[in-house]
């Protein structure tokens, strides 16, 4: 479904990403995993247009993105859910919403999506006339996906969507992915929590300073002692 | 007539005349603030799409009664809308687009006052312009609405305060309710996350500085049915009190132009009507300086660090 090869990327003088090749097959959950700054996010921003890479090709269904606008992604079914959340603050719940099927042409089903979401996400049912702002981290970031399950995806790349949350939201955050995953989406997943990314993935890649130094089945990695040592805290 | 119906009179008739001063400059500050909350610029070259809107009016009306005299002056205000927004959009593609990709916050300040001193020669450098005033036609009849107790308020006024309200209330319903106000909002807010559910961000950028150049337009209706010598920095000054509005409400906020412009408008006709009107300007400035100190980031703003 998704094809990166050879990838190179660069910030000015700074070298992010150093040639890395991977793939997610349609149906699968594929994490990346590696530490700060090991160049995940740039990795994810690459493949949705919001960086431009140096070197390399990325196809999405045999569809060549660096030939796409980086507007026009969204519509060919690949939802980037992005760190930090980046809800519209100033957007009521309801509004970030439907702003997440902005592109979509089909208006008549656009409410029957939203309480589709509105059911996976309850709490954010509750707040949905209150500004995103006003959210706590773990609402924004509920938020956050159910923007993107609004564009109607078959692939989500999410980043570090764990990310400063208190560990009983990092599962109900996992759980929602087991979910949409349950529901015929496919995932590639950008995470620190290594444990919890490799627990849900089919797949898994680590990434350290620019290049892939491993990649396999979640379940190897899990007891692979180089990641229990690196990643796994053990 | 007593003393305290005179008292009461002259109240309103400040009233009045703020709020149409104050309606001006709504909509002039409406477009610094929709400019600015989209892409951070102080446009300075906003006060001379005033001028350019003024212009269009003084040569669209005569050409247009040529053509038939029975048609409404005002109806040369569409001319003027459609030009001005041609050529805000022309700035912001030829002169703020490129400098916004390769420099830094002050190149295009620079390049944004470049751009008022030069429409602001171009104008005088047009034969048909040229550096000397010109008188406009009457835009509006100046018969009186009615006259009771010693008000006066003429048609001018009325339709100036009437035309300000709606256009405000329309761009405030267009802003909250329609697809492409919500996309607005939201390339203002975070570009990032606009281009991410699917926004073409360059054009909401142009219909913003569209919109906010049309207003200008609409601005010049009204300040030129009331004053109508026109020259090449007519716009200067309303521009320069129309940002103070704009950063009064809270730059960047479209209801907090609207308020500024009217708290503006009211101060400097209180003052004129009171005080003195020679001391209308001081006060102006003095009102948004108390203010800044107690609420840096405007009346609405928030007081939270710069967005990025
Ligand atoms: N916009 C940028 N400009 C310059 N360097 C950047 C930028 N974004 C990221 N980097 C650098 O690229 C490297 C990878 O960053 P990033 O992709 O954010 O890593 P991760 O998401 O794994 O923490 C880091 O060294 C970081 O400092
Ligand atoms: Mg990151």
């Not at chain 1, 990346?32 to 269904?61: F, S």
């Not at chain 2, 003429?154 to 309710?177: H, N, P, R």
């Amino acid at each position: 479904m998704l094809r990166v090869e050879n990838l190179h990327v660069s910030y000015g003088a700074v070298k992010a990403i150093k040639g890395i090749s991977l793939k997610v097959n349609d149906g699968e959950i594929v994490s990346l995993i590696g530490a700060n700054g090991a160049g995940k996010t740039t990795v994810l921003h690459t493949i949705t247009g919001l960086v431009q890479p140096e070197d390399g090709i990325i196809e999405y269904n045999e569809i060549n993105l660096q030939a796409v606008a980086p507007n026009k992604i969204v519509t060919l079914g690949l939802a980037h859910v992005p760190e930090g959340r980046h809800v519209f603050t100033q957007m009521t719940v309801t509004e970030n919403l439907l702003m997440g099927a902005h592109y979509r042409k089909d208006r008549n089903k656009i409410e029957g999506d939203l309480e589709v979401v509105y059911e996976s996400f309850p709490r954010l049912k509750e707040r949905s006339r209150q500004f995103a702002g006003t959210l706590s981290g773990g609402e924004q970031q509920m938020l956050a996906m159910g923007r993107a399950m609004m564009s109607k995806p078959k692939l989500v790349v999410m980043d570090e969507p764990s990310m400063g949350l208190s560990p009983l939201l990092v599962k109900e955050v996992f759980n929602i992915i087991k979910t949409m995953h349950d529901n015929g989406i496919t995932v590639l997943l950008v995470e620190q929590n290594a444990k919890m990314a490799l627990s849900i993935s089919d797949r898994a890649y680590v990434l350290e300073t620019g290049k892939i130094t491993m990649s396999g089945n979640a379940s190897d990695l899990l007891l692979d002692e180089r990641i229990k040592k690196a990643y796994l805290g053990a | 007539m007593s003393g305290s119906l005179q008292t009461l009179s002259d109240f309103l008739q400040c009233l009045i005349v703020g709020l149409r001063l104050g309606s001006v400059y709504a909509l002039v500050a409406l477009g610094y603030t929709m400019v600015y909350g989209i892409i951070r610029l102080i446009n300075f070259a906003h006060g001379d799409f005033i001028m350019v809107g003024g212009y269009t009016l003084f040569f669209t009306i005569p050409a247009m009664l040529a053509v038939n005299d029975k048609l409404p002056i005002w109806l040369a205000v569409i001319v003027a809308i459609a030009v001005c927004a041609l050529v805000g959009v022309t700035v912001e593609l030829v002169a703020y687009r490129p400098v916004r990709k390769k420099g830094t916050n002050m190149t295009a300040l620079i390049t944004a006052i470049a751009m008022s001193l030069f429409l602001e020669n171009l104008a005088q450098a047009i034969p048909a312009i040229g550096p000397n005033y010109k008188i406009m036609r009457r835009m509006f009849s100046n018969k009186a609405v009615l006259n009771f107790l010693n008000i006066s308020l003429d048609w001018t006024t009325l339709l100036t305060i009437l035309i300000g309200a709606s256009v405000m209330i329309g761009l405030q319903l267009f802003v909250k309710k329609t697809k492409l106000g919500r996309a607005m909002r939201a390339v203002s807010e975070d570009k990032q996350a606009s281009v991410l559910v699917g926004i073409n961000v360059n054009r909401t950028i142009i219909i913003t500085f569209a919109i906010g150049s049309g207003l200008a337009a609409v601005a010049a209706l009204m300040y030129f049915a009331q004053y109508s010598t026109i020259m090449t920095t007519s716009g200067t000054m309303l521009g320069l009190k129309a940002f103070v509005a704009a950063v009064l409400g809270g730059i960047g906020i479209i209801p907090g132009a609207m308020l500024g412009g009217l708290v503006i408008g009211l101060v400097e006709s209180f003052t004129t009507g009171y005080i003195s009107s020679s001391l209308a300007d001081a006060f102006v400035f003095l009102i948004l300086i108390i203010v800044l100190i107690i609420k840096p980031a405007g009346i609405l703003g928030k007081n939270v660090g710069e967005k990025v």
